[in-house]
């Protein structure tokens, strides 16, 4: 059995969130969709909060009043790729992933 009926099987889910499975890529554990062009995943179990992804991706990382990272955008365009490779260089946690 491949890995994404294991997946759907074990969560219970059906045939369309299977569908979508196989239409997707698996990351880190994290299932990360259709091919939408570039993907950008933060594992905030990670993130120590000191915003180094804003100050080089200000259009795709926010941080928030109560120190907490958001994505603008989660699949930002390709104009935006050289920002978002340099924000994966920056973090010093390893705490971004960029999903092609
Ligand atoms: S650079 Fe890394 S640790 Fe710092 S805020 Fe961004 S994701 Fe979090």
Known sequence: MDRAKEASNAMGWGRSFLKG????????????????GMRVIIDLDLCEANAL???????????????????LQEHPEE???????????ACPKAALTIID
């Open 79 to 89: 104009l935006l790729r050289d920002k978002a490779v340099a924000a994966v260089r």
């Open 21 to 36: 499975v196989q239409g997707g890529t698996w990351a880190r554990g994290h299932y990360c969709g259709y091919n939408e």
């Open 53 to 71: 992804c804003v100050t080089e991706a200000p259009e795709i990382f926010h941080l928030d009043e109560d120190d907490q990272l958001h994505l």
